[in-house]
């Protein structure tokens, strides 16, 4: 224990401390009365503010046994509570868990049962849930950063608050120095979202966020100062790491495209923000509000998208609204390793029609201290990758990445850790699971899903090159190649989602629907036959919705299409013809 400095700050030296910390303690130092936080409602913090609150509480999670490794669910709303909460279990050396409670009740029990918590943060209605549906059932401590829902009084035995937790806190002669080991062999753990099978937790240690601090900061100029408006929970951490003032709309997070863009566009010019972070689908909602209200945001310099490729147009419409000097950019990544590609909306549109049949979606260049290299498709575990394991350049296979922000572990799965992670020159390397190819400017292209390619008679399909050749389309929103059983290998069959106004329009009950959905499939098929690799795509479904995650509402539920899809094919769509449910054979 080290006695903290009379302004309440922690008095241990800030190189000591993990950046996540020392940026926002620095920021405090320099520049107390500035904006830290901005959260829904219009809630405020300073820096000083939020170092105040952060020392305090982190001084009560400490007496209560919550520190050194122990680990933490924390299922708080975005705003200055959420973040109050993330920093001060990294300043007592606990372990904050995070799962997106937008998966599903049941995979966040399955998620959380793994993880063997010793505490669970959360709001009045998380800890209803977790009384209910037994989540975390391993934790000792509960504690509330909220009281607003009347039936958390009766839960036995009564939860602890976070305001009193920080009474506590402030009440200790001596609060902790802020030194987690930087070495610790847990830092946080992250839930994949499990876009490809079940949720798994991400094992980060505190290097791997410096290095994702240094990546941002270096590929967008991130600075202290700026104002982010963060619609993403974990850029409401980075934000405050870089000095940088966030703001937390009001807004579901666990399903960001129904938020309103209207209240985001008041947000942004409200707050003058120099940084917009969106996901694609946000984004796209975005774009569309401004155009048809011609409104812009002058103010911003910087868009960031990701959680699932941007569509070029999407960019296009995007930077439209912004000043001629701003950059909509695309950092891509995972979970497991993020950032590893960026690439900006102009280099996206030239790259757009640089191969025609499409061959996936640029997703740019490696940052600063990333390797990327391209291996054959396997399901096998690499200990080791050699020079035997990559492919004739220019060829798909599966992405593998190597630098300092790449993680080295799951919990408790060794399979998986076997399966995803491997040594390449010395270094610890992450399998993506994603289908790519280099070319030779060292850009990578996307091309899917190893767990979505589709194994045929003819060969390997490749999901997205396909789906590109229909989403081109004016009435098309989103398109899916999903692979059924069949006799030899399987059976390619194209899930398209139409645009709303063009659903309308081919439902059979309507005058002329049945014609209209007659020849807008046969648009598509003249798509798909004009080219020898998709020639073979047997079937075209219509579907009015498409499954897609809670994260980002952009990644496809390809497993529920081919469920889907699969059973009209052998039932109900059989007997009632693909006239009611959009199928068309060749």
Known sequence: MTAVAPDGFPAAPVDLLPPVLAGVVTAARTTPAHTALIGPGDVRLTFATLVTRVSAAAAGLRARGIADGARAVVLVP????????????????????????????????????????????????????????????????????????????????????????????????????????????????LFTSGSTGPPKAVVYRHPHFTAQLAALRGAYGLKPGETSVATFPPFALFGPALGMRTVLPAMDFTRPAAADPSHLFAVVHRTGADVLFASPALLAALARYGRDQQQHLPSVRLVLSAGAPVPVDVADATAALLRPDAVVATPYGMTEALPVCTIGGDELRATADEH????????????????????????????????????????????????????????????????????????????????????????????????HRIHTSDGPLDPLPVEQLVTGHVGVRRAALVGLPAPAGQQPVLIVQ??????????????????????????????????????????????????????????IGYEQLTRWADARRRGRFARVGRRAFGGAAT
């Open 356 to 451: 025609w049949p499409p061959r996936g979606v640029c997703v740019g260049r490696p940052v600063r201290d990333t390797d990327v290299t391209v291996i054959g498709v396997s399901k096998e575990p690499i200990r080791r990758l050699s020079n035997s394991h990559a492919v004739v350049d220019g060829d798909v296979g599966e992405l593998v990445v190597a630098g300092p922000q790449v993680t080295e572990a799951y919990v408790d799965r060794p399979a998986a850790t076997a399966r995803a992670k491997t040594a390449w020159n010395g270094r610890s390397a992450h399998r993506t699971g994603d289908l790519a190819w280099c070319d030779e400017h060292g850009r990578v292209w996307f091309c899917g899903r190893t767990a």
């Open 498 to 555: 139409p645009e709303d106004a063009v659903w309308r329009r081919l439902r059979p009950w309507r005058p002329g629907g049945r014609r209209r959905h007659a020849a807008f499939i046969a648009e598509l098929r003249a798509r798909l036959d004009a080219h020898p690799h998709s020639a073979h795509v047997r079937w075209v479904m219509l579907r009015r919705r498409f499954p897609v995650d809670a994260r980002h509402n952009a990644k």
């Open 78 to 189: 975005p705003g200055p509570d959420f973040v109050v909460t993330i920093l001060a279990l990294l300043a007592s050396g606990a372990v904050p868990v995070l799962v997106d409670p937008g998966i599903g009740v049941r995979r966040v029990r399955r998620a959380l049962a793994d993880v063997e918590a010793e505490a669970f943060v959360g709001s009045a209605r998380a800890n209803l849930a977790r009384r209910f549906l037994r989540w975390a059932p391993s934790a000792r401590h509960t504690i509330l950063t909220d009281g607003a829902h009347p039936l958390a009084r009766t839960i036995r035995p009564a939860p602890e608050t976070l305001a009193a937790i920080e009474r506590d806190g402030a009440a200790q002669p001596e609060r902790i120095d802020w030194t987690p080991r930087v070495d610790a062999h847990e830092a946080a753990l």
